[in-house]
């Protein structure tokens, strides 16, 4: 039997620098443990101590707000901070890496994941025509301690986590924030 070649690291270029493109073995570990549908668990696994969703407004109603008002808690939460970022390939919104392979999860959707930061993840997805922006559809650190995923056709996040940063979530002025169970429907 002969040794198998570990898979080289797919990198690929913007704002001067080479970014580390995700692979399906970056992601398995979503798609392996995904739950029932019409549970939160179907769009994050059932792998955390806490769960919520996040109200996610209108372009015109403070989206780019809402969205920093989340960053602020992730970014202050004490994980890893090297974070994926996920950016749905669905062909309506700029995926950051156009060119960049893709993953796939949940029910066949293609994702770009990109290893960047929290600053990455304020910045990349600005097009003000875009619906999605401007943040991206899923992002979790690299060590897998939280995960938020913005699903194609919700107006919510979903989040999954330790009990202390989905407190933090629902003490956040400007969130609008619902603890649930693994078992919820998120709707």
């Given at each position: 039997?002969?040794?198998?070649?570990?898979?080289?690291?797919?990198?690929?270029?913007?704002?001067g620098q080479r970014w580390a493109i995700g692979t399906d073995a970056d992601v398995?570990?979503?798609?392996?443990?995904?739950?029932?549908?019409?549970?939160?668990?179907?769009?994050?696994?059932?792998?955390?101590?806490?769960?919520?969703?996040?109200?996610?407004?209108?372009?015109?109603?403070?989206?780019?707000?809402?969205?920093?008002?989340?960053?602020?808690?992730?970014?202050?939460?004490?994980?890893?901070?090297?974070?994926?970022?996920?950016?749905?390939?669905?062909?309506?919104?700029?995926?950051?890496?156009?060119?960049?392979?893709r993953t796939t999860l949940y029910w066949g959707w293609r994702y770009v994941f990109?290893?960047?930061?929290?600053?990455?993840?304020?910045?990349?997805?600005?097009?003000?025509?875009?619906?999605?922006?401007?943040?991206?559809?899923?992002?979790?650190?690299?060590?897998?301690?939280?995960?938020?995923?913005?699903?194609?056709?919700?107006?919510?996040?979903?989040?999954?986590?330790?009990?202390?940063?989905?407190?933090?979530?629902?003490?956040?002025?400007g969130l609008e924030v619902r603890q649930l169970g693994p078992g919820d429907d998120?709707?």
């Amino acid at each position: 039997m002969s040794k198998r070649e570990p898979a080289k690291a797919v990198t690929c270029s913007k704002d001067g620098q080479r970014w580390a493109i995700g692979t399906d073995a970056d992601v398995a570990w979503i798609r392996e443990s995904l739950g029932a549908a019409h549970t939160i668990a179907a769009a994050i696994p059932p792998v955390f101590p806490a769960y919520a969703t996040i109200q996610v407004p209108s372009q015109d109603e403070g989206r780019a707000s809402n969205f920093l008002a989340l960053l602020a808690v992730l970014g202050d939460y004490p994980a890893d901070r090297r974070w994926w970022l996920g950016y749905l390939a669905a062909g309506a919104d700029d995926v950051v890496f156009p060119d960049a392979p893709r993953t796939t999860l949940y029910w066949g959707w293609r994702y770009v994941f990109v290893l960047g930061s929290r600053d990455e993840a304020s910045r990349w997805r600005q097009d003000p025509r875009s619906w999605r922006a401007p943040a991206p559809d899923m992002i979790f650190p690299a060590d897998h301690s939280w995960l938020v995923s913005w699903m194609w056709d919700d107006d919510w996040r979903c989040v999954g986590g330790p009990a202390e940063l989905v407190a933090g979530l629902i003490e956040t002025p400007g969130l609008e924030v619902r603890q649930l169970g693994p078992g919820d429907d998120p709707a």
